[in-house]
């Protein structure tokens, strides 16, 4: 089993920055199988959820959706089972609840890959 706890969301003008944090829980991430990944998503109001970024829990190998890359960085911390998502440059549009997910089938942008997912926590960009 898995359990993800999302924190560190917030408001925030149009240019700043904020880091949200993923606090991971569970044998799953003691074991750490070669191809486990974390990613963000994030949802609108009235709007699909969509993939922000992701990262190999071991290797550590990252990828991004192509409208955050050069301003947001996936990170994790292996001895505190945290995933990180720097968020610089943010931008009205930025606004959404983050997720933060777990997959066992490595990097995949693929919500329906994701088994495991947390509460979310919002973001607000005001202009």
């Known amino acids: 089993q898995v359990q993800l706890v999302e924190s560190g969301g917030g408001l925030v003008q149009a240019g700043g920055s904020l880091r949200l944090s993923c606090a991971a829980s569970?044998?799953?991430?003691?074991?750490?199988?070669?191809?486990?990944?974390v990613g963000w998503f994030r949802q609108a109001p009235g709007k699909e959820r969509e993939f922000v970024a992701s990262?190999?829990?071991?290797?550590?190998?990252?990828y991004y959706q192509d409208s955050v890359k050069g301003r947001f960085t996936i990170s994790r911390d292996n001895a505190k089972n945290t995933v990180f998502l720097q968020m610089n440059s943010l931008k009205p549009e930025d606004t959404a609840v983050y997720y933060c997910a777990a997959t066992p089938l490595g990097l995949t942008r693929q919500r329906f890959s994701y088994d495991y997912w947390g509460q979310g926590t919002q973001v607000t960009v005001s202009s």
């Open positions: 569970g044998r799953t991430f003691s074991t750490r199988p070669k191809t486990l990944a």
């Open positions: 990262i190999m829990w071991s290797a550590g190998n990252t």
